[in-house]
């Protein structure tokens, strides 16, 4: 099906994910870093991206504003997976450019659900 980036730091929610997007056919890449996962979305060119937002250095809400303002990589989704659920964040998200946002942990069908609605267009 799709090509989707996971950019997370934490190596056990990337295997989560991982492993939820490859059952239902995603083919899957993964950065640990943002700053790494921006170069990653320039080389490869997803169709999607999951992005945390707090990791060292660069966090989730930086990338993300940096890869909807570089033209290579405006036009690539991203949908932020993070653990911080306060309305405000979800709303810096979308400002940021991300198309959605969901709180971790995010249940199998939750998450199928939005990425194949964006990635349908």
Request: net charge negative; glycine share 6%; no cysteine.
């Amino acid at each position: 099906m799709a090509h989707i980036l996971i950019i997370d730091d934490s190596p056990t929610e990337t295997t989560i994910y991982r492993s939820i997007l490859e059952k239902h056919g995603h083919r899957v890449s993964s950065s640990p870093q943002a700053e790494d996962g921006i170069a990653a979305a320039r080389r490869e060119q997803p169709d999607l991206i999951l992005m945390d937002v707090v990791m060292p250095g660069m966090n989730g809400f930086q990338a993300t504003r940096s890869l909807n303002k570089d033209p290579s990589t405006a036009a690539i989704p991203v949908i932020i997976l993070s653990n911080k659920s306060m309305e405000t964040d979800r709303i810096w998200g979308l400002r940021q450019g991300a198309r959605d946002y969901l709180v971790k942990p995010a249940k199998e069908d939750d998450l199928i659900g939005r990425v194949n609605a964006i990635l349908a267009g």
